[in-house]
């Protein structure tokens, strides 16, 4: 039902930013850098994006990547671009990321973020690579406003439990951005209820006997077509899914690790609310 891949950043920050001006002609190949250098980045300062901004159903800011030239994160096209810095995800292309490191290009890999505080800490970081510290500063202090809002908003509400599957029965456990997200909303986690650490693989008859109240569902849950996926498609799954309550999040708002996560985090606590009344 619900996969995520989230996409952040976690790294020592360049000793030669943090001495010189910042770069002057940026490059993102990564969706969820793209976001964060979207949000910050100076006028003219950023030069393309990757292709995946552009669509609406990946991309929260996909009217302002718009504004940008696409790449699809081939080696050529972005040295053709006379980056001084390309921004990479650690599952973007190697073999490109290989390449322009071999051609003297400054390349930061951003680690995958699993909490909110790391999303935080992207922030900060992004902001100190691109030379907009201020403005970073002030993101994550309307993130975590925001954050606190929900938390209030919804405070009285009953804590109702929500699990997500992917394929094979795979359900995401503690120590994920997953996790943190359902938590803020004021719910309840099913699957760190049932011992998961980062994730693991949950019997069907586990959950046909134990099933989350809530059930998370994802918009490309329906339209993968893969092996994997057919445990979906189990008669006694379908009834579990059928007869539970389901929220779907649009992908856009929690794909990344970025501000963007607290519309998931409003939906959730929103929905679960509205079905209590």
């Known amino acids: 039902m619900k996969i995520i891949f989230f996409l952040g950043l976690s790294f020592l920050l360049p000793l ?5 001006n910042p770069p002057q002609r940026v490059v993102s190949m990564n969706l969820c850098t793209d976001q964060l250098a979207l949000l910050l980045a100076k006028p003219g300062q950023l030069i393309s994006v990757s292709y995946l901004s552009h669509v609406p ?8 990547a718009r504004q940008y030239p696409a790449n699809k994160g081939v080696a050529e096209e972005i040295f053709a671009l006379k980056a001084d810095l390309v921004l990479a995800g650690a599952f973007s292309r ?12 400054h390349v930061e890999v951003f680690q995958p973020s699993y909490s909110l505080a790391d999303i935080r800490k992207n922030i900060i970081l992004m902001g100190k690579v691109l030379g907009a510290e201020s403005k970073s500063q002030s993101l994550v202090d309307a993130f975590d406003a ?16 929500i699990g997500s599957f992917g394929a094979n029965n795979y359900v995401r456990g503690s120590n994920t951005l997953e996790q943190d997200v359902i938590e803020a909303a004021g719910l309840l ?8 650490v980062g994730g693991g693989y949950v019997s069907l008859e586990t959950i046909v006997a134990d099933p989350p109240e809530y059930l998370l569902l994802d918009e490309h849950w329906s339209d993968s077509p ?9 008669p006694a799954l379908q009834r579990v899914i ?28 929103l929905e679960t609310k509205i079905n209590d009344t």
């Open 226 to 234: 893969a092996l994997a996926y057919e445990n979906l498609q189990h």
């Open 16 to 20: 030669c930013f943090a001495k010189s």
């Open 189 to 196: 986690h099913y699957g760190s209820r049932h011992g998961l």
């Open 242 to 269: 059928q007869q539970n309550k389901q929220i779907t999040l649009p992908q856009k708002h929690w794909i990344c690790g970025t501000p963007f996560i607290t519309e998931a985090i409003q939906q959730l606590a």
């Open 57 to 64: 159903k990946h991309s929260s800011l996909y009217q302002l």
């Open 146 to 161: 925001k954050i606190v809002a929900i938390k209030k908003q919804y405070a009285d509400s009953p804590k109702r439990e």
């Open 94 to 105: 190697r073999e490109t990321v290989t390449m322009l490191k071999r051609l003297n290009h």
